[in-house]
T-cell receptor
Framework: NAGVTQTPKFRVLKTGQSMTLLCAQDMNHEYMYWYRQDPGMGLRLIHYSVGEGTTAKGEVPDGYNVSRLKKQNFLLGLESAAPSQTSVYFC???????????FGPGTRLTVL | QQQVKQSPQSLIVQKGGISIINCAYENTAFDYFPWYQQFPGKGPALLIAIRPDVSEKKEGRFTISFNKSAKQFSLHIMDSQPGDSATYFCAASSVETSGSRLTFGEGTQLTVNP
C-alpha cells in the first residue's frame, strides 16, 4: 500500500498563477484533509472532507478551493496564487472522527 | 489565534535523559489530544493520543500526562535517544466541531545529543 501520496513534491509559481495539488489515498478512508505548515505556526487546516462529494472549510480556507469527486482523491486548488500562500502543504486521511490521521509527504510551494 | 499553546519551541536533551514538552489549551470542549511526530522532509505521524477520561497514558518510552482542571497536557519521552530527534506537535479536537478537526500547537524541535 502506498498510503497517502501527493503530487507534485515541489512547485514554484508566479503571483496570480493557478495550480492544483493532488492527494490520493489507497486505505479506503472516508475523511481527507488539507493542511498548510508554516514555521512557528504548526499545521493549520485549510479544508477537509468527510466523504465523497463533500467538502468543508477549516481554519484558513481563504484563497483555496477543494474537490472530492472520488473517495480516494482530494484536490486542492489555488486560483490566483499569492506570496502569502508560500508554504508546505500536507494532505492527510482517516477512517473518521477521532481516528489517526495519516499524512502524505508534503508539497513545497513557493509563490514569487 | 492559537487555541493550543506549545512549549518549548526547541529542546536539547542528552541521550538517556527525559524530554518534556508541554501544551495548554483554552477550549474546554476539547476532548481528544493526540501527539504527532515529524521527521525532516516527512509528514507528521501519530505518536500517542489521550482522551480526558484518563490522566495518563503510556506507550513504551512515551507518556502523555493530562490535567483537565489546568487545561494542560504534556509529552514525556523517557530514556531519550538520538533517533527521537524530530519535531513534535500536540493537537486537540472536539466532538462539537467534528473530532476530525485538529487544532495543532506550534511544534517543538527536539534534538537528542549522543
Amino acid at each position: 500500500n502506498a498510503g497517502v501520496t501527493q503530487t507534485p513534491k515541489f512547485r514554484v509559481l508566479k503571483t496570480g498563477q493557478s495550480m492544483t495539488l493532488l492527494c490520493a489515498q489507497d486505505m479506503n478512508h472516508e475523511y481527507m484533509y488539507w493542511y498548510r505548515q508554516d514555521p512557528g505556526m504548526g499545521l493549520r487546516l485549510i479544508h477537509y472532507s468527510v466523504g465523497e462529494g463533500t467538502t468543508a472549510k477549516g481554519e484558513v480556507p481563504d484563497g483555496y478551493n477543494v474537490s472530492r469527486l472520488k473517495k480516494q482523491n482530494f484536490l486542492l486548488g489555488l486560483e490566483s496564487a499569492a506570496p502569502s500562500q508560500t508554504s508546505v502543504y500536507f494532505c492527510a486521511s482517516s477512517y473518521g472522527d477521532f481516528n489517526e490521521q495519516f499524512f502524505g509527504p508534503g508539497t513545497r510551494l513557493t509563490v514569487l | 489565534q492559537q487555541q493550543v499553546k506549545q512549549s518549548p519551541q526547541s529542546l536539547i536533551v542528552q541521550k538517556g535523559g527525559i524530554s518534556i514538552i508541554n501544551c495548554a489549551y483554552e477550549n474546554t470542549a476539547f476532548d481528544y489530544f493526540p501527539w504527532y511526530q515529524q521527521f525532516p522532509g516527512k509528514g507528521p505521524a501519530l505518536l500517542i493520543a489521550i482522551r480526558p477520561d484518563v490522566s495518563e497514558k503510556k506507550e513504551g518510552r512515551f507518556t502523555i500526562s493530562f490535567n483537565k482542571s489546568a487545561k494542560q497536557f504534556s509529552l514525556h519521552i523517557m530514556d531519550s535517544q538520538p533517533g527521537d530527534s524530530a519535531t513534535y506537535f500536540c493537537a486537540a479536537s472536539s466532538v462539537e466541531t467534528s473530532g476530525s478537526r485538529l487544532t495543532f500547537g506550534e511544534g517543538t524541535q527536539l534534538t537528542v545529543n549522543p
